[in-house]
């Protein structure tokens, strides 16, 4: 990290990057004079501090629970699906001379097995 920020300063310039420490903080604010702080007013718009990351337990919950819904829907879209592979009855034809005819059975023997399940 520390080159990351020498980078940056060096090539970027503004705004410049440095460590610092609650203490570093605390001496600067401690050169402000009070007189020259702005006085504001109204909603402070707290985002950060009740966004979505604010609450561990919710946030781990909903992390978990995303899997299973993906995984829910993919069940749901298979169950959909399968029933798709059920089809129309196929035609019936009379006699079983013909190849088609032979397709048609074992395809019939196909489709009994796959309701069974």
Do not use: H
Request: with cysteine; aromatic share 6%; charged share 25%.
């Amino acid at each position: 990290m520390p080159g990351l920020i020498k980078r940056w300063n060096c090539e970027q310039g503004r705004p410049s990057i440095r460590y610092g420490t609650l203490g570093d903080v605390r001496q600067r604010a401690a050169r402000i004079d009070d007189r020259d702080l702005p006085i504001l007013r109204g909603d402070w718009t707290d985002f950060w501090n009740f966004g979505c990351a604010s609450a561990p337990i919710a946030t781990g919950l909903s992390r978990r629970a995303k899997p299973l819904l993906q995984a829910a829907a993919l069940v749901a879209k298979t169950e959909a699906n399968s029933a798709l592979w059920c089809g129309p009855p196929m035609p019936s034809i009379s006699t079983t001379s013909t190849p088609l005819a032979t397709t048609i059975r074992a395809t019939r023997i196909r489709k009994l097995r796959r309701q069974s399940c």
